[in-house]
């Protein structure tokens, strides 16, 4: 999976985020190496992100992601060549501004490293309403040809629980197949079910042609099965810690096998770069 690096300006179009809405407590799940939550910092707004890769290797990650961007760029062009570009104004200036993104991710997560939180959907370390605001941004739906509908299920009701007010999701559309996420409307009925009621709102930003849509979820009546609750919380950056020690482990043994090249199509980024980005003394 690619891990992007998208912008506090992209976020704020992608989500129709309001003034009224960045005076809130955010989450960004998953952050990726997107700038935002530094951005958001720099104007004196409380955000946060969480993502699985920030428990492998966050000080190299957004080097990391540098040098993937960069080494995908023919890639990307290839499959984005008919896009709208409404954003962007092709896939050059894309991957340059990704780039130039994930510098300012590199730079905050070094020097905010309380912002960036390791944990895994669907299960995250946070407590009940931590956030007022969840922001989701390209990994449900867009990767639905990969994460199965009961993944979906558990995560939307796993961001639902974090959020004291609202989550909101971008984009609808499956990456690369110009079609919505099937089980849409099937997982919409089932949050519904629980007390959370959902709409999709057009938004002023579109990648993908056609895409531009994002789903609101609204959370304030939802109240989740209790989760043994800082227990539960506990075990799950257990989890995480224990989930990067076996990682790190599993990569050493790997490298002195020179299997160093097998998780490449599982995880290209840490994989490939790895050697080269490895800070300089
Ligand atoms: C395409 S990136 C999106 C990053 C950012 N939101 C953006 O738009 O630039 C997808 C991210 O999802 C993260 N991810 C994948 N599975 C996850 C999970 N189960 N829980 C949390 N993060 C996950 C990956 O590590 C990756 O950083």
């Known amino acids: 999976m690619l891990v992007s690096a998208r912008s506090f300006e992209e976020y704020r179009a992608m989500f129709a985020l309001t003034g009224r809405d960045l005076d ?19 104007r004196g707004i409380d955000a946060v992100a969480v993502d699985r890769q920030y428990a492998y290797h966050r000080e ?3 080097l990391l992601v540098e040098r993937e961007t960069a080494f995908k760029r ?3 062009a290839e499959e984005t060549k008919d896009y709208p570009w409404s954003w962007y104004s092709d896939a050059d200036d ?3 501004r990704w780039i130039a993104n994930a510098r300012v991710f590199r730079a905050d997560i070094a020097a905010r490293p309380d912002r960036y939180v390791a944990g895994s959907l669907p299960e ?10 969840v922001l989701s941004s390209h990994l449900l739906f867009s990767y639905g040809n990969r994460l199965g509908e009961e993944f979906h299920r558990a995560a939307l009701l796993e961001l639902a629980r974090v959020a004291r007010r609202e989550v909101r999701l971008f984009p609808l559309m499956v990456y690369d197949t110009r079609v919505r996420y ?10 519904a079910s629980h007390g959370i009621a959902s709409r999709v709102e057009r938004v002023a930003y579109e990648f993908q042609p056609g895409d531009n849509d994002m789903l609101v979820l609204s959370c304030a009546d939802y109240r989740a099965p209790a989760r043994a609750g800082a227990q539960a919380q506990a075990q ?10 076996a990682e790190a482990r599993a990569e050493a043994r790997a490298e002195v096998q020179g299997w160093t090249r097998r998780g ?11 050697e080269a980005a490895r800070p300089r003394p």
Do not use: K, N, Y
């Open 182 to 191: 099937e089980g849409l409307e099937r997982l919409r009925r089932e949050l």
């Open 60 to 62: 190299e990650l957004g």
């Open 74 to 76: 023919e890639l990307l």
């Open 94 to 96: 894309m991957v340059a």
């Open 264 to 274: 490449e199509a599982d995880d290209p980024v840490r994989w490939r770069h790895r």
């Open 236 to 245: 799950a950056q257990v989890e995480v810690q224990t989930e990067a020690r």
């Open 24 to 42: 809130q407590r955010i989450l960004d799940c998953p952050g990726g190496a997107a700038s935002f939550v530094a951005e958001a910092g720099r």
């Open 124 to 133: 995250l370390p946070f407590g009940d309403d931590s956030f007022d605001l």
